[in-house]
């Protein structure tokens, strides 16, 4: 990629790192405990203690003192599309529900070309990591012009996120029933030889792991049921999890019972597409049988409200989801059907739609916060990040409770971070190191990145016309 991202200087990370004075610290830990004047004790990339700033140890290399702070686990993306941020707000798209949105679409991501992969995922990364957002999936499903998930990994660790690259596929295109474009569509050799070569360069099993790599077949409408077992296969021989779109609205389940006679649920547990290695994105009409299965097999689901709005999809039975014991994780879907990447603003979404559809007490402020932390953690499949406690991960977001949105807040801190309006991360820290420090991001210059992004977004736009 061209130098005009300008890349910042990335601090180190120092040997230990001890925040205290935080106003509020939320563990997320078993107790789900809500500490005051409270901090985190790092070293290396892992915590070491948590507790009242009075009983951390002293001596660290590095001291943020984060009084006037709410400290939480790093924000958890368990589904996007992050070369859709060249294309938000695209006119022909703008009042589509999901195939129709999709089709107009097509036409323009078919001149993607590799910088513009990985400059559009420096630029989600940058919102999300700029939202508290410290560990994020990808779903990368086409790879037109060069295009390689390389090029989005890339950007990963350009930046510091922690990443679990989605390799997706579409391999069944409209002369064979599909929906997307044949000129879109790959051979299936190809991708679960391109697969299996991402998995043995990239995949990190380990704890603490910053990269991991999913397979991830797009959607029943645009690949074949062999490719949907043969990627199972391949996936559980490397020990790694399964992600794909599922019964995201009601034309997506009349597709699956027109060309498959079962409902997605029946068609994803048909082929093995069920377990804790797998999750699946959406599932807005998941019915009462699938969020069953689901709830024995502990499938995960990525809740994506804000797209699920965007598009007319529904209302996802989340409550019904987590009384049955489905986990669940929150998405922000692409940037061309949110069209953002906040994850506060999703956590804040995914209650009110709740209550929307079931009732104020359908989702409270904490649960919302509980599914962008350690349900996401759950749904990737992941120990080690989502709560502050001894032995995790050393990833947190700050907010700061000083802003003008939290005035009035003080009674419920916890909960203004989600009633009240979207507040950016005053501090985001991934592996120890800090990448959002005092709102602004350390290891990028953002100013260039977005001057050559809107570049890119405007050729993108010329070459389809």
């Known amino acids: 990629m061209p130098d005009q991202s300008g890349a910042g200087a990335a601090?180190?990370?120092?040997?230990?790192?001890?925040?205290?004075?935080?106003?509020?610290?939320?563990?997320?830990?078993?107790a789900r405990r809500e500490l005051r004047d409270a901090g985190l004790?790092?070293?290396?990339?892992?915590?070491?203690?948590?507790?009242?700033?009075?009983?951390?140890?002293?001596?660290?290399?590095?001291?943020?003192?984060?009084?006037?702070?709410?400290?939480?686990p790093g924000l958890v993306n368990t589904h996007h599309h992050m070369y859709q941020s060249l294309t938000r707000a695209v006119p022909a798209a703008q009042n589509a529900e999901l195939f129709g949105w999709l089709k107009s679409l097509y036409r323009i991501w078919a001149h993607l070309t590799p910088e513009m992969i990985e400059v559009s995922a420096l630029t989600?990364?940058?919102?999300?990591?700029?939202?508290?957002?410290?560990t994020s999936s990808d779903h990368l499903y086409?790879?037109?012009?060069?295009s390689r998930l390389d090029d989005s990994i890339a950007a990963a660790t350009r930046i510091g996120m922690r990443f679990h690259a989605s390799r997706g596929s579409m391999s069944v295109g409209e002369k064979d029933g599909g929906l997307p474009p044949d000129a879109l569509v790959e051979d299936e050799g190809a991708i679960l030889?391109?697969?299996?070569?991402?998995?043995?360069?990239?995949?990190?099993?380990?704890?603490y792991a910053m990269l991991r790599i999913a397979v991830a077949p797009c959607s029943p409408f645009s690949v074949s049921r062999d490719l949907m077992r043969e990627s199972a296969a391949l996936a559980r021989a490397y020990g790694v999890s399964l992600h794909t779109h599922l019964a995201e609205n009601v034309d997506d389940v009349a597709y699956t019972r027109e060309r498959f006679?079962?409902?997605?649920?029946?068609?994803?547990?048909?082929?093995?597409?069920?377990?804790?290695?797998?999750?699946?994105?959406?599932?807005?009409?998941?019915?009462?049988?699938?969020?069953?299965?689901?709830?024995?097999?502990?499938?995960g689901v990525a809740?994506?409200?804000?797209?699920?709005?965007?598009?007319?999809?529904?209302?996802?039975p989340i409550r019904a989801m987590r009384d049955a014991g489905v986990p669940?994780?929150?998405?922000?879907?692409?940037?061309?059907?949110?069209?953002?990447?906040?994850?506060?603003?999703e956590a804040r979404q995914a209650m009110l739609l709740q209550r929307v559809g079931f009732g104020p007490n359908a989702m409270s402020a904490r649960e919302a916060l509980e599914l962008a932390t350690l349900g996401g953690a759950a749904v990737l499949g992941r120990d080690d990040i989502g709560a502050l406690a001894p032995g995790m991960a050393a990833d947190f977001a700050a907010f700061d409770l000083r802003q003008p949105g939290f005035a009035g807040g003080l009674h419920d801190p916890v909960a203004a971070l989600v009633f009240c309006a979207p507040s950016p991360a005053a501090w985001s820290v991934i592996d120890g190191k800090v990448v959002v420090r005092e709102g602004l991001l350390e290891t990028l210059e953002l100013a260039p990145l977005i001057a050559r992004h809107n570049a890119l977004a405007r050729s993108l736009a010329q070459a389809a016309r």
């Not at 925040?19 to 509020?24: L, P, Q, T």
């Open 328 to 345: 669940v994780g929150l998405g922000v879907d692409g940037s061309a059907s949110n069209d953002g990447a906040q994850m506060v603003a």
């Open 11 to 30: 601090a180190p990370r120092p040997a230990t790192l001890l925040v205290k004075h935080a106003d509020v610290l939320v563990t997320m830990d078993g």
């Open 142 to 146: 086409l790879y037109p012009n060069g």
């Open 303 to 316: 809740h994506c409200p804000c797209s699920n709005m965007r598009l007319a999809s529904g209302i996802a």
């Open 124 to 134: 989600a990364m940058a919102e999300l990591v700029l939202s508290g957002c410290t």
């Open 261 to 299: 006679g079962m409902t997605p649920a029946e068609y994803a547990e048909d082929l093995g597409w069920v377990g804790p290695d797998v999750w699946h994105a959406h599932c807005v009409q998941l019915d009462e049988a699938g969020i069953g299965c689901f709830a024995h097999t502990r499938t």
């Open 193 to 207: 030889t391109d697969t299996r070569r991402l998995i043995e360069t990239y995949h990190d099993a380990g704890r």
């Open 41 to 72: 004790f790092i070293e290396g990339n892992r915590i070491a203690a948590v507790g009242p700033t009075s009983e951390l140890p002293g001596g660290a290399d590095v001291v943020l003192d984060l009084a006037g702070h709410l400290v939480m």
